[in-house]
């Protein structure tokens, strides 16, 4: 870029979802302030979730808003995070509670980036892929193996294009995206932050298959290739937190507006549908899916 005549600052933070909140924000864009950035400067949000998420949430405060383009290098971010202009931080009563919608300029993936990580956090990116399966394309399921990732990757973002264009602000069909994500948030939370958003995901969406078959909206074999899916991306099938501990945190999640909330039913793979029912009953959801079948 410098190259080409750009003026350029970096600034770099450590990865994890420990970063993701207010004080690094802040640190953020007093660097920004500090740093010559101006009304016509753009944000590159080069990394994982986190780092689109907070730079996302900071290219939108700026100044009331700069330009902002993401620069995915996990599998996640690529097929999720990096598309659809959600943003945000954690607040010390929830994941994403202080965001904005605010979508990027463009976004650029180079899958070369993710030969540059660890398997674990392929797989943690695994866990929203199987998520598009259940929602939408149960063919993606025979591309878990990575051999045909560029396609795996187009095919997701189409997906998620497609809702997003439907619902941006995410008041019905964008709320399929959360396949998983209700009860897979409170674990996140429950851990401290210390188990992996896909890893979450994974157990959340578990629980709340085997909570649809339980009731008899979905059929054992979706549920056997949920769970054949995960394991074969090195994803758990189950979390070690209680129905309690669980239950706690979702009341504050953000999704719970006075007593009810939206859960994503699986009931085929494929097929998702959105129901809105009482604190109770999403309670009932998460015991019949953490007791087995
Ligand atoms: N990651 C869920 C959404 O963008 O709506």
Known sequence: MCDAGFETVKFVFPAGEKSKNVPTLLSLLNFMAGGRITR???????????VGDLAGLAASLYMRGVGLVQLPT??????????GG????????GKNLMGAFYQPDLVICDTDTL???????????????????????ASILDMLDGSRIDELISRCVAIKRDIVTADEHDRGERQLLNFGHTFGHAIEKCSGYTIPHGSAVAAGMVIMATAAVNKGLCDT???ELLKTALRSCGLPVETHYSEAELFD???????RSSDRITLVVPRRVG???????TLDIAREFLRLGMGGL
């Open 74 to 83: 996990t599998l996640l971010a690529a097929v999720d995070s990096s598309v």
């Open 249 to 255: 945190t979702i009341q504050s999640d953000k999704k």
């Open 86 to 93: 959600k943003t945000a931080v954690d607040l010390p009563a």
């Open 221 to 223: 074999i979706s549920l």
């Open 115 to 137: 030969g540059t990580l660890p398997d674990s956090e392929f797989s943690n990116g695994c866990a929203e892929v199987i998520k598009y399966a259940f929602i939408s394309d």
């Open 271 to 277: 097929l998702c549908e959105l129901t809105e029912v």
């Open 40 to 50: 016509d400067s753009t944000v590159f949000a080069l990394g994982g979730g986190v």
